[in-house]
């Protein structure tokens, strides 16, 4: 299995933390920096499981 390093930020907006992927048009957000982190993992894990959806 091969792993692949992303890079993302995370910013506050209104209250809510926004975590965006640098590489990929791909943004998350939650009610903490860990929520919005971990919440764009999954959303990362969903884009590279399903290859047919990236179109």
Same mark, same amino acid.
């Given at each position: 299995?091969?792993?692949? #390093?992303?890079?993302?930020?995370?910013?506050?907006?209104?209250?809510?933390?926004?975590? #965006?992927?640098?590489?990929?048009?791909?943004?998350?957000?939650?009610?903490?920096?860990?929520?919005?982190?971990?919440?764009? #993992?999954?959303?990362?894990?969903?884009?590279?499981?399903?290859?047919?959806?990236?179109?």
């Amino acid at each position: 299995m091969m792993t692949t #390093q992303l890079n993302y930020t995370v910013d506050t907006e209104d209250g809510v933390f926004i975590a #965006q992927c640098i590489e990929l048009d791909i943004v998350s957000d939650g009610l903490t920096k860990e929520e919005a982190v971990a919440n764009l #993992q999954e959303a990362l894990d969903f884009y590279f499981a399903n290859p047919d959806a990236q179109r």
